[in-house]
C-alpha cells in the first residue's frame, strides 16, 4: 500500500504540472513542471516521505525503459539533425560537462555541510 500511495503523490504532481503548461501555455513538459514542483515541495517540507521514496525506488529499477522512448524518437529523426551535427555534438558535450560539473559541485557541498554537521 505504501507503493500505491508513493506512486498517487507522483501522478498527482505529474497532473499538476500537465495542468500548469496548459493553462500557462509553456513550452515545457508536464512531466518536467511536476518534477519541478515536486522537488521544490521536498525540500520545503524538508524530507521524503517513506511512500515516495519507496515510489521512486521502484521507478528508478527501471529507469532505461523509462527513457528508451525518446532514445527511438531521435532514432527516427536522425536525419533531420543531420545538417546540425557539430551544434548537435558541442550541446551534448557541453550539457554533460555542466551537469557533472553542477553535481561535482552540489556533492562537495553537501557532504561538506554533512561533515561540519556531524562534528
Known amino acids: 500500500m505504501p507503493m500505491l500511495r508513493g506512486f498517487l503523490v507522483l501522478v498527482l504532481f505529474y497532473i499538476l504540472g ?7 501555455a509553456l513550452p515545457v513538459s508536464g ?3 511536476g518534477m519541478v514542483l515536486i ?3 521536498q525540500m520545503v517540507k524538508g ?3 517513506e511512500d515516495l521514496a519507496q515510489a521512486s525506488q521502484g521507478l528508478i529499477a527501471v529507469l532505461v525503459l523509462l527513457i528508451m522512448p525518446g532514445v527511438v524518437g531521435v532514432f527516427f529523426t536522425a536525419n533531420q539533425f543531420s ?4 551544434a548537435v ?3 551534448l558535450l557541453a550539457g554533460t560537462f555542466l551537469s557533472v560539473l553542477t553535481t561535482l559541485l552540489l556533492m562537495k557541498a553537501l557532504t561538506a555541510r554533512g561533515v561540519s554537521d556531524g562534528e
Not at 500537465?18 to 500557462?24: K, V
Not at 545538417?83 to 557539430?86: A, E, F, H, K, P
Open 18 to 24: 500537465e495542468s500548469l503548461r496548459l493553462l500557462l
Open 31 to 33: 512531466g518536467v513542471l
Open 39 to 41: 522537488t521544490f515541495t
Open 47 to 49: 524530507s521524503v516521505s
Open 83 to 86: 545538417g546540425q551535427w557539430l
Open 89 to 91: 555534438a558541442v550541446a
